[in-house]
């Protein structure tokens, strides 16, 4: 079965760290460049970081410095260490692939950062 299911999100102090995590099926994961996105309440779905399949990584402007995308190819798994978070980090986080065609989205992992 073609899925994505992301972990690891919660409630976090402003300059508090989380550590998310997905698991992908491997037909969705091999080869491809992956990304994290998130979605905050009333606006539009945007990329965060990318992670090619040999480990080069991208990331937005407001996270540089902040946020590293990470992967294993053995456990089909991307990671996204988010430290120093701020209140403008709060969204629903997910994972998928950054180019060509997508499968569906999976539930997400709420990321909420205040005091």
């Known amino acids: 079965q073609v899925q994505l299911v992301e972990s690891g999100g919660g409630l976090v102090q402003p300059g508090g760290s989380l550590r998310l995590s997905c698991a992908a099926s491997?037909?969705?994961?091999?080869?491809?460049?992956m990304g994290w996105y998130r979605q905050a309440p009333g606006k539009q779905r945007e990329l965060v970081a990318a992670v090619t399949s040999s480990g080069s990584t991208d990331y937005t402007d407001s996270v540089k410095g902040r946020f590293t995308i990470s992967r294993d190819n053995r456990k089909n798994t991307v990671y996204l260490q988010m430290n120093s978070l701020k209140p403008e980090d709060t969204a629903v986080y997910y994972c998928?692939?950054?180019?060509?065609?997508?499968?569906?989205w999976g539930q997400g992992t709420q990321v909420t950062v205040s005091s």
């Open positions: 491997g037909s969705i994961f091999n080869g491809y460049t």
């Open positions: 998928n692939r950054r180019y060509g065609s997508r499968p569906s």
